[in-house]
């Protein structure tokens, strides 16, 4: 799909309009001149380039690089006078590249029903769910429903392991403009809380807005103050939707339900508490290496089955039911795209051939979905033994080394501490700071820096029936060291690979001097 190109009249236009011009625009400012690229990295800059200067880590050599390269004019909330191009000074950087991204790529999200999703735990499955109703849905005609989460990226035209829950805007806007040249109807995405913050999402219109849950975390002096400014945060993406699902049976619930009808034209909830909510759960059990559960609503009185683990999964099932009730999405490609649904790294089991390990690759990584898990698990495998091995990141949550020292103390009969995107801090430290918390629950525990020998001791000595819990990171294939992200096997892999090295060394014993077999069963 081509995109309608536009004179820098029209951005100035916008810029003023919005309130965003901190200064009078520089003489010698060529306003007809046709913007062929809005930029923010100097090393994609071509002639006609409106370059932008974002981030941190800005160098006015960011800004001369563009200059050489093309750029004639750029947008700062600083003027760099060494650099001889004019300045469009803003107020507001971040409201302002919100607001020209979605000019530069003509305001896609009117012409596709894009979903988005908040929360504090289970975004990416409740993505993952309604990307495969969608993908069932549209499977008549060959369609399939795009999607943005902290795992994949997929617009129809881009698909790639993610780095950020939200890209920033002009990532963001360039996604849906891709969707809608290959043809997409809908696109589901996770919308964080520094996003909404932040004004990444600025200017885009949802289809669906689902909050889902709320939890202590991402509080810290480089993300949210306090609780307080996370919630308010979360609760802004009701303003941009046109269809709000609410889950009753979170905290705050009442807080959420009065935000989403202020703010929102039509609303629907969820719950498996509340039989009054337009979509209630019940009936809610283990079926094999799934779940059941029962969904009643106006019009829909019926059993479903997830095809993967997890009866917390449920709140996330009945949330893409309401998403896709409110989207007039029909009952059968409910059904039959729940118990299709797979997420990459959310509690996927891989299990010994012998039956005695049982290991789960889950994200679960703050206090809400530590709990979550851990019920759970004891739940579904009942008398196990349980083994936890997670870390922490660097520099940000600080409050999750806290949370989940204790949660994994309480529930773990052995914790394994380990290297989870320490960036600029060190490792061995965050384990240090994190067993305290653990050794306080009485819990014993040890440190391997190294995921994924962490991850092979916890597998290979296993004495009694087992369950692992592998956390943090799910099918992510980085780790983040110092200020770069560094590429390594994920979770998955790591316990595929020292699963089978744990049968081959149990059939040696069984068998002693004939060849082991590798043999590893997953569900």
């Not at 800059?45 to 981030?55: A, D, R, S």
């Not at 990584?365 to 979550?372: A, G, K, L, V």
């Not at 430290?429 to 001791?457: L, M």
């Amino acid at each position: 799909m081509e995109l309608t190109r536009y004179p820098l009249q029209d951005y100035c236009a916008l810029l003023a309009r919005e309130g965003l011009l901190a200064a009078p625009l520089p003489a010698g400012l060529d306003l007809e001149r046709t913007v062929e690229l809005v930029c923010c990295d100097s090393r994609q800059v071509g002639p006609g380039t409106l370059f932008i200067c974002k981030g941190a880590h800005f160098r006015p050599e960011f800004l001369s690089q563009a200059a050489r390269q093309g750029a004639f004019a750029y947008v700062s909330q600083t003027s760099y006078p060494q650099v001889e191009l004019p300045c469009i000074l803003v107020s507001d950087l971040r409201r302002a590249m919100a607001r020209l991204a979605v000019r530069y790529y003509n305001d896609p999200s009117q012409r596709l029903a894009v979903i988005g999703i908040t929360g504090t735990k289970g975004k990416s499955s409740t993505a993952y769910y309604l990307k495969a109703i969608l993908d069932e849905h549209l499977s008549a005609k060959g369609g399939t429903c795009g999607v943005i989460s902290s795992i994949d990226t997929d617009d129809g035209v881009e698909r790639f392991e993610s780095h950020l829950t939200t890209p920033e805007p002009l990532e963001l806007q360039r996604h849906f403009a891709n969707a809608l040249s290959a043809g997409l109807e809908y696109l589901v995405m996770e919308v964080s809380s520094q996003a909404l913050k932040y004004h990444r999402t600025l200017g885009v219109r949802f289809a669906a807005a689902c909050f889902l849950n709320i939890g202590r975390d991402h509080i810290s002096p480089v993300e949210h103050p306090d609780f307080e400014d996370y919630f308010q945060s979360k609760l802004k993406l009701f303003a941009q939707a046109e269809l709000a699902c609410v889950n009753l049976d979170c905290d705050r619930a009442g807080q959420v339900l009065a935000a989403a009808r202020r703010d929102c034209g039509r609303v629907l909830t969820f719950s498996r508490r509340d039989p009054n909510a337009d979509v209630y759960g019940s009936g809610i059990g283990k079926q094999g290496h799934g779940i059941r559960f029962h969904a009643a609503a106006q019009g829909l009185d019926r059993d479903f089955r997830l095809g993967m683990p997890g009866l917390f999964n449920v709140d996330n099932a009945l949330a893409a039911i309401a998403v896709c009730r409110g989207l007039g999405i029909p009952e059968k490609a409910m059904a039959t795209g729940l118990e299709r649904a797979r997420v990459p790294g959310r509690m996927e089991v891989f299990t010994s051939a012998d039956g005695g390990v049982t290991a789960i690759v889950d994200y679960a990584h703050n206090r809400m979905s530590f709990e979550t898990l851990f019920q759970s698990v004891r739940a579904e495998y009942p008398g196990r033994r349980i083994v936890t091995v997670f870390g922490c990141p660097g520099r940000k949550a600080f409050d999750r080394r806290r949370d989940l020292g204790e949660v994994s103390g309480q529930s773990s009969d052995l914790v394994v501490l380990t290297e989870e995107d320490s960036g600029e801090e060190d490792t061995l430290s965050i384990c240090r700071e994190i067993a305290g918390h653990v050794s306080a629950q009485d819990c014993p525990y040890e440190i391997q820096p190294n995921r994924g020998e962490a991850i092979r001791q916890a597998v290979l000595s296993c004495a009694e029936p087992s369950v692992l819990l592998i956390t943090g990171k799910g099918a992510e294939t980085r780790q983040k060291r110092g200020t770069e992200y560094i590429d390594t096997p994920s979770d998955v892999d790591y316990v595929q690979a020292f699963l089978r090295e744990y049968d081959a060394r149990r059939a040696a014993q069984v068998q002693p001097g004939t060849d082991a077999p590798s043999t590893q069963a997953g569900a």
